[in-house]
Every structure is written in structure tokens, then in C-alpha cells.
């Protein structure tokens, strides 16, 4: 079952404009990952979020983490049309074993126009 | 750096066959696990290993799945008399003893018809 909802489903921007998506999820969390994945190809891992921090940067991405909300927000400033991708949140908690199995949301598609 | 393979990277089959997948993890990494993503989804976790210890299945992963690894290397997917809804992305990942991040590789997607 999915864990997260992303929002806006699909996004399409220009090229140089911020990007914003977000990702709710439904229990408690150890740590929440965004992933991108270009089309048709595997999950490439862009960044981690721990639960007792709020935000958290790399690059141009920003994250922000609100556990009382069960929220997440990535920022991509300065957008590429490389940017071009799906992006999803991952939540993991502890399942024995120290098993950090993903629990993914259903995705954001950004298309950012040159 | 090598990253995760996975072999092969497109299977189409008829139903009723059995297919078999292999996934190359990087070779430091002693975790690895297997998730199915259709359409418009996202990942859904299917099973997970420590070493050659498959210590976590879903429910999604039902008796005609079966995944091995053997001397906690590379890892065996196996799905027997395959069905349509079997058809989906099958991707592996791996990861470090203690860290959360998880390294995707490229995919398999099968095509049963």
C-alpha cells in the first residue's frame, strides 16, 4: 500500500522557475527520501531528511520535513530541463532487523520547459 | 564505481511461463531488496535481505514469487506461471548495514501476454 500522497500530481514549469512539490504521508517515520526517475529507468536518490530534523539542504534542493503535519516539501530552485522527472517520497520506519524498507508515494511528473 | 545491474532489462513472456531476474548489488553493500512498480505508481516493496538472509517478504509476494541470494551477492527473482498483472518494473536496490538510502538499479520490466 502506498504510505505518502505527492502533490501536485503533474507540475510543468519554465526553465529557471522554482519548482515546488509535496508529499504526506500517513504514520510515524524514522526518515523521509526523495527520489528522481527519469523515464522508463531506475530510482536515483537525491535526499534524506531524518525525523527530528526540519529542513535540510543539497544543491539546489530544499527539503522541509513537519512530523506534526505529516508533511514534506522539495524545492528545486533554478530549474533545469534536465529537472524533467518524476519525483517521489520515500518513508521508512524500523521493521525488525533494522529493515529500512520504502514506503513510496505515487509521484510528482515535472516537465520543465526550455 | 559500479552501480546496481539488473538482467535482463526487458522481458516479454507469455502467460503461463516462469521468468527469472538477477540483480547485481554494489558490492559493498550487504542489504538488498526487490520492489514492483506499475504504471503511474510508485515502488512497492516486495522483500528484503541481509547477507543471504531473507529476512522480509510482503504480502504482495505471493507463492508463485520466489527470490534468493545465494552467498549474499547477487540476488534471484523468480515469479512462476506468470499473469498479466504480473506485468510491471522489477527493481533492486542496495544498501550500507545502517543507512536509509538506497541505490535503484536501471530495472526489469516485464511484459506478460
Known amino acids: 500500500s502506498q504510505q505518502g500522497e505527492e502533490d501536485p500530481q503533474a507540475l510543468s514549469i519554465q526553465e529557471g522557475e522554482n519548482a515546488t512539490m509535496n508529499c504526506s504521508y500517513k504514520t510515524s517515520i524514522n526518515n523521509l527520501q526523495w527520489y528522481r526517475q527519469n523515464s522508463g529507468r531506475g530510482l536515483v536518490h537525491l535526499i534524506l531528511?531524518?525525523?527530528?530534523?526540519r529542513e535540510k539542504h543539497s544543491g539546489r534542493l530544499r527539503v522541509t520535513l513537519d512530523t506534526s503535519k505529516k508533511s514534506s516539501s522539495l524545492l528545486i530552485t533554478a530549474s533545469r530541463a534536465a529537472d524533467t522527472a518524476s519525483y517521489f517520497c520515500?518513508?521508512?520506519?524500523?521493521?525488525?532487523?533494522?529493515?529500512?524498507?520504502?514506503?513510496f508515494g505515487k509521484g510528482t511528473l515535472l516537465t520543465v520547459n526550455p | 564505481d559500479t552501480g546496481v545491474s539488473q538482467n535482463p532489462r526487458h522481458k516479454i513472456t507469455k502467460r503461463g511461463q516462469n521468468v527469472t531476474f538477477r540483480c547485481d548489488p554494489i558490492?559493498?553493500?550487504?542489504?538488498l531488496y526487490w520492489y514492483r512498480q506499475t504504471l503511474g505508481q510508485g515502488p512497492e516493496f516486495l522483500t528484503y535481505f541481509q547477507n543471504e538472509a531473507q529476512l522480509e517478504k510482503s504480502r504482495l509476494l505471493s507463492d508463485r514469487f520466489s527470490a534468493e541470494r545465494p552467498k549474499g551477492s547477487f540476488s534471484t527473482l523468480e515469479i512462476q506461471r506468470t499473469e498479466q498483472g504480473d506485468s510491471a518494473m522489477y527493481l533492486c536496490?542496495?544498501?550500507?548495514?545502517?543507512?536509509?538510502?538506497?541505490?535503484f538499479g536501471p530495472g526489469t520490466r516485464l511484459t506478460v501476454l
Open positions: 536496490a542496495s544498501s550500507n548495514s545502517g543507512r536509509p538510502e538506497q541505490f
Open positions: 520515500a518513508t521508512d520506519s524500523y521493521s525488525g532487523g533494522s529493515n529500512y524498507k520504502l514506503t
Open positions: 531528511i531524518r525525523s527530528n530534523e
Open positions: 558490492s559493498e553493500h550487504n542489504r
